[in-house]
T-cell receptor, first 112, second 111 residues
């Protein structure tokens, strides 16, 4: 079975631009969570979605938004990019939001 | 004070050594404790998990949780060069709450 997949792998944007990151969960998993990992830090929780509804939101500004589609894939959107948004964005899926989360390889975003 | 504290290292050991990795935390509501391994430019991979206090062993890996001290540990026996990675501790209050991670400890095992 395929694991969690994310696209694109790498992305370079300039300040003020908008970005959309995509995630496909493991087949059968209905919950998707997004994390931001800045270089040298642990992942920090951004959003959790389960059955297409937002179930949790971390301490991130409103420039960050997400959604989950009927096939349980998800998008993370970031508007008005700042240099500090440069990070590895990780998607994790789980069956029902239960404890075992499986992470994808991440999307590395660089903001210039 | 951060909710989860983890010494970032780096930690360098010879092959075959016993490695001890540790985290402390401040939120006494944490019930689930995990260790993830993350290779360079990859996503985290779940290694071990423990619910509440106690020990858990899986091959060369042993996880320990001491809730009274708010302290968790991961021991790696007979360390191998392939164990070279960043090790992240993570914890959560309940089964469906977000994971709270430590900074990660970068480990190098030298052949």
């Amino acid at each position: 079975d395929a694991g969690v997949t994310q696209s694109p792998t790498h992305l370079i944007k300039t300040r003020g631009q908008h970005v959309t990151l995509r995630c496909s969960p493991i087949s059968g998993h209905k919950s998707v969570s997004w994390y931001q990992q800045v270089l040298g830090q642990g992942p920090q929780f951004i959003f959790q979605y389960y059955e297409k509804e937002e179930r949790g939101r971390g301490n991130f500004p409103d420039r960050f938004s997400a959604r989950q589609f009927p096939n349980y894939s998800s998008e993370l959107n970031v508007n008005a990019l700042l240099l500090g948004d440069s990070a590895l964005y990780l998607c994790a899926s789980s069956f029902r939001g239960q404890w075992e989360q499986f992470f994808g390889p991440g999307t590395r975003l660089t903001v210039l | 004070q951060k909710e989860v504290e983890q010494d970032p290292g780096p930690l360098s050991v010879p092959e075959g050594a016993i490695v001890s990795l540790n985290c402390t935390y401040s939120n006494s509501a944490f019930q689930y404790f995990m260790w993830y391994r993350q290779y360079s430019r990859k996503g985290p991979e779940l290694l071990m998990y423990t619910y509440s206090s106690g020990n858990k062993e899986d091959g060369r890996f042993t996880a320990q949780v001491d809730k009274s001290s708010k302290y968790i540990s991961l021991f790696i026996r007979d360390s191998q060069p392939s164990d070279s990675a960043t090790y992240l501790c993570a914890m959560r209050v309940s089964g469906n709450t977000p994971l709270v991670f430590g900074k990660g400890t970068r480990l190098s095992v030298i052949a």
